[in-house]
């Protein structure tokens, strides 16, 4: 007894002392302040404020998190150099949490009698949210629902809020996108006093009161054209192309002049910055200014005059522009064109299409001529072409997925790519060359070590990329590189590795080029309908006219404010990008969700410490984990991109072609998982996609059925397994049992032989006997690589 008295005051000594080391106020020179950014794994990185050229983020394990979330700005504690892993340069722990992202979560409702708790969407928050008797909001067991966290975890307690929305049932139409709308606090109305100050605009303009003041230049009388896609209708730019006897080209690209309508700190403007972009998301488009604008005044729709930003170039022929001028004009759009349209007249030449359009055939040739010299000028240059196709979501009338389509970019949109890319330069020198406070839009270098990585990889390929003493390399090097394995069977994993080896690019108040493009000044000028910083530049071009140069005391002004709204901007796009990313993931895995027990054929588009993701030919992708793989245990074999056999050294490498078979389409979690056909564990084809599965199983984790109902029989007092479920039913419990298929069923349904099925003829799927044990978490698969090219 004295013994285990002894222990346990040791043990309390051990834990004061622990604390006092782990949590002991720390000097200034160990704080780092970032934002935190969690894997669904449980462990994290921050990304320091400001951070420098090549700078490492900060490693954090699950258990130096403490109370901190996903998108917190943190700071954290450095360790000493001899504590870090081998291999990182920089481990820490969060110290403090200065700012929350976000106090309102996302997730599915559970309630008891006396308390209820909600499990986030959001697989990178790993613990629920208790919520109180009396703070339900009517919410019921199985309901998508908004919780406002007012207690966050601390001391091994849960956090604990109140329901503030019901969304609705989970998995009735339309809750799966408004939840993650919710989860990323995207509102599609805007406040009253910004929807008054937009119905009180205009929607049409008198030309001849705007001509002649403050530069404003007519240009109605050319032959304008906007270049979309069908469904566009905020039109941001338009264009025009002549050719010139000596082969020279001129071309104008008109962009809505937004920047007249929308005046800096009025209502408008201030709801602009905070939304930062327009999100794309798979159903509809939530906009940043509302749609009396983005739609109608400053979308250069056809037939009306709008005021218009211009920058008309000269061009050489060999695609170099020579002259420029910028300045405010009004326009009158001749003719709005599709990207099907010019593809059918250019590139498929059809005649019926042809002799129909007659009057746009010398613009449209134009413009092909000088896109091709455009083009040829910065391939010379060494822009860098990853070709990554877009994948577009068809969806029925109550907005299931009903089908794929891999979209791949054509001559059409080359041709307002590459207008836009020369206007973008052009203003970017324009304003960089007078030193002029500015928004650039940047990608940087890669980083050294990332492309060190990458040269061991092309080297077992007999290729080699010239760096610089500091480890530098010139994006014309990665070009060569690339185009000498093109049609290669090496060319999916070096283009894959060789994207990933990218910086993302952002926005920032001092130019450093553009690595991708190999662009030495780069801004983004010609969407300010969509895009907030594109709304500054214009701003900037405004104030600088007609001198060139800015006020002193508004470009002292703009030094200070740009760094902070450029790194604001960035963020909001990232928000886009992700929230974009999870309706098409959400809508992909809906869609596969028939194929559950097919065979297809895809790539190892990525390979982890756990296993390896495949891509099929319809752009959706899907995890194998290392423990369904029978014949072998497997090693994650960094430099190689590949798991390899302890034994028989069978490997499994990034660009491989596997034959898979569908096991699990878990909509709630957007992820799906794969086994690979000849090699998997049996007990992996236990199939499973979200509508088999039972209503209140999510909330029971990872406690069987059969656990549940066995704990809910002869007994008033709740479990463990009752109170994570929420409730202690023994009705529900029962009807769970009546709905488990018979012992027999499942052995033949495991056993029965699947064939692969091409994804526009579906087989019949076979139908789901019981809940995969793999718990999956969805994982980042693939690093944002946001450029334009």
């Not at 159903?283 to 400053?298: A, Q, T």
């Not at 822009?383 to 009338?397: S, T």
């Not at 009903?402 to 001559?411: A, D």
């Not at 909509?667 to 996609?689: G, I, S, T, Y």
Request: hydrophobic share 35%.
């Amino acid at each position: 007894m004295k013994r285990k008295l002894q222990h346990k005051k040791i043990d309390k000594k051990i834990k004061q002392v622990k604390s006092q080391i782990t949590h002991r106020e720390p000097v200034a020179e160990e704080l780092v302040t970032g934002v935190l950014s969690l894997s669904s794994r449980g462990f994290g990185f921050v990304t320091p404020e400001g951070r420098q050229k090549n700078e490492d983020d900060i490693f954090i394990l699950k258990s130096g998190l403490h109370t901190a979330m996903n998108g917190d700005t943190v700071q954290v504690r450095l360790f000493p150099q001899y504590a870090v892993t081998p291999g990182r340069s920089k481990e820490g722990e969060v110290y403090k949490v200065i700012e929350r992202a976000n106090s309102k979560i996302v997730g599915i409702f559970s309630a008891s009698r006396n308390f209820g708790f909600v499990s986030p969407d959001d697989t990178r928050i790993r613990e629920d949210i208790y919520i109180p008797s009396g703070q339900f909001l009517g919410a019921k067991t199985g309901d998508k629902v908004v919780v406002e966290v007012s207690q966050w975890p601390e001391g091994g307690k849960k956090a604990e809020g109140h329901i503030v929305e019901v969304l609705g049932k989970s998995g009735a139409p339309g809750v799966d996108i408004l939840s993650i709308m919710r989860q990323y606090d995207l509102a599609e109305e805007f406040p009253d006093v910004v929807q008054q100050a937009a119905n009180a605009v205009e929607q049409s303009i008198n030309a001849e009161e705007h001509i002649g003041k403050n530069g404003r230049e007519d240009r109605r009388h050319l032959k304008i054209v906007t270049i979309d896609g069908e469904d566009a209708k905020d039109l941001d730019d338009g264009v025009y192309a002549e050719k010139h006897d000596d082969g020279s080209f001129f071309l104008g690209v008109y962009i809505a002049d937004v920047s007249w309508y929308v005046r800096e700190n009025q209502p408008l403007d201030i709801e602009a910055q905070a939304r930062g972009t327009s999100v794309y998301l798979v159903d509809r488009v939530v906009p940043m200014l509302p749609r009396e604008l983005s739609n109608g005044i400053c979308s250069l729709n056809a037939g009306v005059d709008r005021l218009s930003m211009a920058c008309e170039m000269e061009i050489s022929p060999e695609g170099k522009v020579t002259k420029y001028k910028i300045l405010p004009v009004v326009v009158h759009v001749y003719r709005r064109l599709t990207y099907t349209l010019v593809n059918k007249i250019l590139v498929d030449r059809d005649k019926d299409f042809c002799q129909d359009n007659e009057d746009i055939l010398p613009l449209l040739y134009n413009l092909e001529e000088v896109r091709n010299a455009m083009y040829s000028y910065r391939h010379r240059r060494g822009a860098i072409n990853f070709e990554v196709p877009e994948i577009k979501v068809k969806l029925d009338e109550n907005g299931r997925a009903v089908g794929l389509k891999k979209r791949v970019s054509n001559l059409g949109e080359s041709i307002v790519e590459q207008c836009m890319l020369a206007a973008n330069e052009t203003v970017a020198e324009h304003m960089c060359r007078r030193k002029q406070p500015f928004m650039y839009r940047i990608h940087e270098t890669p980083e050294p070590t990332k492309i060190e990585a990458l040269n061991r990889l092309m080297g077992t390929f007999g290729l080699h990329l010239k760096t610089s003493a500091e480890g530098n390399i010139r994006p014309k090097e990665l070009q060569l590189a690339l185009e000498k394995i093109a049609g290669k069977p090496e060319e999916k994993i070096l283009g894959t590795v060789s994207l990933r080896s990218m910086q993302q690019a952002r926005y920032a108040a001092e130019n450093e080029g553009h690595f991708g493009l190999a662009a030495e000044y780069y801004t983004h000028f010609t969407s300010p309908i969509r895009r907030y910083p594109d709304l500054i530049v214009h701003r900037l071009l405004r104030e600088s006219f007609p001198t060139g140069s800015i006020p002193k005391a508004r470009r002292e002004q703009m030094v200070q404010k740009l760094p902070e709204m450029a790194e604001h901007a960035s963020k909001r796009e990232r928000v886009a990008v992700s929230a974009e990313r999870d309706t098409t993931d959400l809508k992909k895995v809906e869609y596969m969700e028939q194929f559950v027990g097919d065979t297809f054929e895809g790539v190892i588009s990525s390979v982890t410490g756990f296993g390896f993701f495949v891509e099929l030919d319809n752009g959706v992708e899907g995890l194998v984990h290392m423990t369904t793989l029978k014949d072998d245990y497997y090693d994650y074999v960094e430099n190689r991109y590949a798991l390899v056999g302890n034994h028989h050294h069978r490997s499994y490498q990034l660009g491989d072609t596997v034959e898979v078979i569908l096991v699990r389409a878990s909509v709630e979690e957007k992820a799906l998982d794969f086994v690979v056909k000849d090699n998997c564990d049996p007990r992996a084809l236990r199939m499973e996609n979200s509508a088999d599965r039972k209503p209140r199983e999510k909330a029971y984790g990872k406690k069987s059925k059969e656990k549940i109902s066995k704990a809910t029989k002869g007994s008033r007092k709740s479990t463990k397994a009752e109170k994570k479920a929420g409730k202690s039913d023994k009705k529900s419990a029962k009807k769970i049992d009546r709905k488990k298929p018979p012992k027999d069923k499942k052995q033949k349904e495991a056993k029965k032989k699947v064939e692969k099925t091409p994804l526009d003829k579906p087989k019949k799927k076979t139908k789901a006997s019981k809940r995969n044990k793999h718990d999956h978490k969805a994982v980042k698969r693939k690093k944002d690589i946001i450029v334009e090219i």
